[in-house]
């Protein structure tokens, strides 16, 4: 079982949980893209009440669910091997396109190396890799103090926020 850490802290696991395209939606239960887009309206209802999420593959591009980002408590991205950029640019997108503010979540192959990054792109949840030290992981959010550049959180340059 994945290892999760949410804002910053260690919490093991929570309530949501991805579900097949043919299982029963249950509260906190995370669809993929294809199930909402076909179900829309009848899984609305569970989205309105905050009880549902969205599986987002990394072929799947965040514009796929434009609007309806908002309909839901969490996205999660997938990164089916570390070397997959895709979900960076999917969390971004989310964030300073299509303005979502729920949680974003990693999931998948998801590393200590990488946390640093996902969080500037606006991801506030990861579920680690089994083999992955999560005292390690804490550490790595402070990787660096400063970053000259902007990010999902901070627009402005570092330039910018001098006084």
């Not at 599986?55 to 309806?68: C, H, N, R, V």
Request: contains cysteine.
């Amino acid at each position: 079982m994945a290892q999760l850490i949410k804002q910053q802290q260690v919490i093991g696991s929570d309530n949501w949980q991805v579900i097949e395209d043919d299982a029963a939606v249950s509260d906190y239960a995370i669809v993929s893209l294809s199930r909402w887009q076909a179900e829309r309206d009848t899984l609305a209802e569970k989205a309105q009440a905050g009880v549902l999420g969205l599986f987002l593959k990394s072929e799947e591009t965040a514009d796929l669910i434009g609007d309806d980002a908002s309909r839901f408590a969490l996205i999660a991205i997938d990164f089916p091997k570390f070397t997959d950029g895709r979900g960076y640019t999917a969390a971004r997108l989310l964030r300073e396109r299509h303005g979502y503010q729920g949680e974003l979540r990693a999931m998948g192959d998801v590393l200590i190396d990488q946390l640093f990054s996902m969080q500037r792109c606006g991801f506030d949840s990861f579920n680690l890799r089994d083999d992955q030290d999560q005292e390690e992981a804490l550490k790595a959010f402070s990787t660096f103090t400063s970053c000259y550049q902007t990010d999902a959180r901070e627009p402005r340059p570092l330039f910018r926020r001098r006084a």
